[in-house]
């Protein structure tokens, strides 16, 4: 063991205490294991473990009821049938992002665990939805609102509420003449949380998971989106439309965008990154593909299309910061605190997030360099986050707690890093305020 790993193992098994103690409600859920020791933040293995478990300890209280199941839409306009073998294609798309999900989750220690899809006769099930308007231009890229709307309204006809559901539209916008396609379509996710979300992505006649696969024939497309006509391998098409589909499905999941850390990167590139870029490359010995970065795979985990029910929790969810301390530490800020929720928390997230030259603020299209760090909840709901990998310049690290149905609590705190030397003076006084007020969900 080196230096720095004894200083960060001493500080990991408890020499750096808390402040101060409060009494604790409602969220201990670690009463009947073996005593706690901080050395399981230090292999990912073992917090997986101590999250899984903390996870079905909770879910054997809930009632049984049925899991509950994406939605995938297909949509097209009123003077235009669905494109091409759009059912057969859409069934192997939306498995072979099973088999993705399963993997990934398999990888990092979770087991089996996937996406839930609503099926009908073994086949995925698509609501198909024609549109009120022709093909005549009336929908666009920026058409999410529209297309929402006429969704939304076509859901409820059949008894489903889409304010709470999941919903992955698949819009059948786009024209292909030979090798040449145009596409228009919306392609962005529109907010979500645990209880529902909406997201966009296009169907193409070209797209297909074989499509993924290498090309003995050499297909060369001709791709128009947003600029002019491009030349598309029939690949690389294949990967950067379906690795859109899936990553516009992850933020439809609830999850941000994030950059691997260098020991994650060795895997390939995050898919909440620039991973709709190199999905499933590997099948093609073109380098390493996407993965699941331990962040997005904890908050999948206790999502509840990843093995929740219908009932998950009817609580809302009210988060209290006890403690709350944060230390330079060498060429890391150490993170540690205390919360107090009305539903069990299972992890802690650092998402720390770089503001970038001509950036304004922090967030959406903006966090896509954001690292992310995670730490197990003890028994008494403690946590402690190591930061690493520093960058210089102004900072925002977003500090999410996630929970067992599925939701988050986020707080956000920010410092500065200049001449290799980390100034916390924000971060100080920004806990001062944290402290003093209960968390929101």
């Not at 839409?73 to 049938?81: E, Q, T, W």
């Not at 549109?131 to 939304?152: A, L």
């Not at 977003?398 to 988050?408: E, M």
């Amino acid at each position: 063991m080196t230096k720095n790993h004894l200083v960060y193992a001493l500080w990991l098994t408890g020499l750096f205490g808390f402040a101060n103690s409060h009494d604790l409600q409602g969220s201990e859920i670690r009463k009947s294991h073996p005593p706690f020791d901080w050395s399981v933040n230090l292999h990912q293995a073992k917090q997986a473990k101590w999250i899984l478990e903390a996870l079905k300890d909770w879910r054997k209280t809930l009632p049984g009821s049925p899991l509950k199941a994406l939605r995938v839409v297909y949509f097209h306009p009123s003077d235009r049938p669905p494109l091409k073998n759009h059912l057969e294609r859409w069934d192997a798309i939306m498995s072979d992002m099973q088999d993705f999900y399963r993997s990934e989750m398999e990888y990092l220690n979770y087991g089996k665990v996937t996406i839930t899809l609503e099926r009908e006769n073994g086949k995925l099930k698509l609501h198909q939805v024609r549109g009120k308007s022709k093909d005549d231009g009336s929908y666009t890229y920026k058409s999410g609102g529209k297309i929402r709307e006429e969704v939304f309204a076509s859901l409820k006809k059949k008894g489903i509420d889409p304010n709470r559901e999941t919903i992955l539209i698949v819009c059948g916008l786009s024209r292909t003449e030979g090798k040449k396609v145009t596409i228009y379509s919306p392609y962005y996710g529109m907010g979500a949380n645990h209880k529902r979300g909406i997201c966009f992505t296009a169907d193409m006649e070209w797209l297909s998971v074989e499509g993924l696969k290498p090309d003995p024939s050499k297909t060369i497309l001709q791709v128009k989106e947003h600029r002019d006509y491009e030349p598309f391998t029939l690949a690389r098409f294949n990967t950067i439309y379906l690795g859109g589909a899936i990553h516009e499905l992850g933020h439809g999941l609830s999850l941000p965008h994030n950059l691997a850390t260098k020991s994650e990167a060795l895997r390939g590139t995050a898919l909440m990154g620039a991973g709709n870029y190199t999905y499933r490359k590997e099948w093609r010995q073109e380098g390493k593909g996407s993965f699941l970065t331990h962040a997005s795979a904890v908050r999948l985990l206790a999502h509840p299309l990843f093995g929740g029910t219908f009932g998950g929790s009817a609580t809302t969810n009210e988060v209290d910061y006890l403690d709350l301390n944060a230390t330079d530490e060498k060429d890391s800020i150490h993170i540690r605190g205390r919360i107090r929720s009305s539903i069990p928390a299972l992890a802690m997230i650092a998402y720390n997030d770089r503001e970038n030259k001509g950036q304004r603020g922090y967030g959406v299209n903006q966090d896509y360099d954001a690292t992310t760090w995670v730490s197990v909840l003890s028994p008494k709901n403690e946590f402690r986050i190591r930061v690493g990998e520093l960058r210089e310049g102004n900072h925002e690290i977003r500090l999410v707690s996630v929970h067992t149905d599925g939701s988050t609590s986020t707080k956000r705190l920010h410092y500065s890093r200049a001449g290799g030397k980390t100034d916390l003076q924000k971060i100080s006084k920004q806990i001062d305020i944290i402290i003093a007020k209960p968390s929101s969900p």
